[in-house]
């Protein structure tokens, strides 16, 4: 199971800027990608605050709160995409702590295993076939969700490397134990390939051929793209590279063509191996736009794979489709996946309907969800009534993390106020923390002057320091005096 909390724009917007570098990838290609990932990048960047402030790195999350509010073009983006790592800290999730130990620890370890197939899946594009092979044999030590994608390209790069035996050994593991796995018929060509190859030394020119196959793919798709469409659907079946596969899905999305169109479809609802299908979902949705509904809610209805349902969520905040959304949300048995559907709803701009099912909600985690999505789409009001009326301390902290990066310092007297009657200790080490996020640091000055509590003042001074603005240096002076 991924975290609750998702880096939207990360997420999204990797494969754009990685098709931006791409030189097989004309510009115009790219463009039609950009205005949605901009949008999902900027609403994305304010969840990075919260997480740096959850793991005490307070310094950062001031700057982090500041792109957050002033963020604009592609220069974010950018900056968003290279701490997509982030993600991993503990903490990050608000509502992580409402888990029981035994909950977060099988958390955690789907998270490294996650990613490590990640890293592998980048390893394996970098043509760093020694790195991939580590990255999916720690997958494959855990035990993750996504073992048998894992045999399978761990496989792939010991072909690579020309350690054919133990490539084959790999592939007849992945029969073995998993002989239902929609990644068999891959195996199978790999398998062919291997056997094909063996005796025969690592070429760079095969290396180079791969290079070739991407500007041809491209060629093809502006020039005959019908004539294009067998030799792409025999490329998706084949023991390809994971860029190659992805560039091959990408040309058949651009097309217009009825055929490319439900060979797409097709492997959206599990005519490949689930990264394929993942990905076809992914573009099925940015170019099919609200057309691509029922195809997505087939997908999500016949689906077994929780990370391609995941997808399908995704998806339907991509395209727009906040009634399907909506829907999951309310209904899908799956907690981790009604997470993140209100997550989406929040990034889709549901305020409305967010703040109906928060007041109904009375699972503690979904509730953190449904305090993320506030924040995430700007909730500051009602972010800060949940702060002020809430019972429970953990969801008053998440309330008020959530307002520093949504809201600013606009309401700067009413944490004050939330302060000075507070109880809880942990809530108002929160609030100071967040007067930090919002560059708030004239009523954390107030706070220190007043506080009795020795380790709170030492908080709320040890935060002023790092904040360097006027207000902070002065205070810090007077206490130096």
Excluded: C
């Amino acid at each position: 199971m991924k975290l609750t909390t998702y880096w939207l724009a990360a997420v999204l917007t990797a494969p754009v800027l990685a098709m931006a570098q791409n030189p097989a990838v004309a510009p115009h290609a790219v463009a039609a990608e950009m205005d949605m990932a901009r949008q999902l990048a900027a609403q994305a960047t304010a969840v990075a605050p919260v997480a740096m402030a959850a793991a005490g790195e307070y310094e950062w999350a001031v700057q982090l709160a500041k792109q957050a509010r002033s963020f604009n073009g592609m220069a974010g983006m950018g900056a968003l995409a290279g701490m997509a790592p982030l993600a991993g800290i503990p903490g990050f999730a608000m509502q992580a702590s409402a888990r029981s130990p035994e909950a977060r620890a099988a958390r955690d370890m789907a998270r490294n295993a996650a990613g490590d197939y990640s890293r592998g899946s980048r390893a394996l594009d970098k043509r760093d076939w020694a790195g991939a092979v580590q990255a999916f044999d720690n997958v494959i030590r855990v035990n993750g969700s996504r073992l048998d994608g894992a045999l399978y390209w761990k496989a792939y790069a010991l072909n690579k490397l020309g350690r054919r035996e133990e490539a084959l050994s790999s592939l007849a593991q992945l029969g073995k134990d998993h002989p239902e796995s929609n990644w068999l018929n891959d195996a199978k060509a790999l398998e062919v390939e291997v056997h094909n190859a063996s005796g025969t030394p690592v070429s760079p020119e095969a290396e180079n051929n791969e290079e070739l196959k991407l500007l041809a793919l491209n060629g093809l798709m502006q020039t005959d793209p019908e004539r294009m469409l067998p030799l792409v659907e025999k490329m998706l079946h084949g023991p390809a590279s994971p860029r190659v596969k992805e560039q091959a899905l990408f040309v058949l999305a651009q097309s217009n063509s009825p055929k490319a169109r439900a060979i797409l479809g097709q492997l959206a609802k599990g005519g490949g191996n689930p990264d394929l299908q993942i990905k076809a979902v992914e573009f099925l949705a940015i170019h099919g736009g609200k057309e691509s509904g029922p195809t997505l809610a087939d997908v999500y209805a016949t689906a077994k794979d929780d990370n391609v349902r995941e997808a399908v969520l995704r998806a339907y905040m991509i395209s727009g489709q906040k009634d399907r959304l909506l829907a999951a949300a309310r209904s899908e048995k799956s907690v981790a996946l009604r997470g993140q559907a209100i997550q989406y709803l929040g990034a889709a701009g549901a305020r409305d309907e967010i703040w109906q099912m928060y007041q109904a909600e009375t699972s503690p985690e979904l509730r953190g969800n449904l305090i993320q999505a506030m924040m995430i789409s700007g909730m500051s009001d009602r972010l800060l009534e949940v702060a002020k009326g809430a019972k429970d301390p953990k969801t008053r902290k998440d309330a008020i993390q959530g307002y520093a990066v949504s809201g600013g310092n606009k309401g700067a007297d009413v944490l004050v106020s939330i302060y000075s009657s507070e109880q809880d200790r942990s809530v108002k080490e929160t609030i100071i923390h967040s007067f930090m996020m919002s560059g708030s640091a004239k009523p954390l000055v107030e706070i220190a002057r007043q506080e009795k509590n020795p380790e709170l003042k030492k908080t709320a001074v040890q935060t002023l320091s790092l904040m360097h603005s006027p207000e902070a240096t002065e205070y810090l002076m007077e206490l130096l005096k």
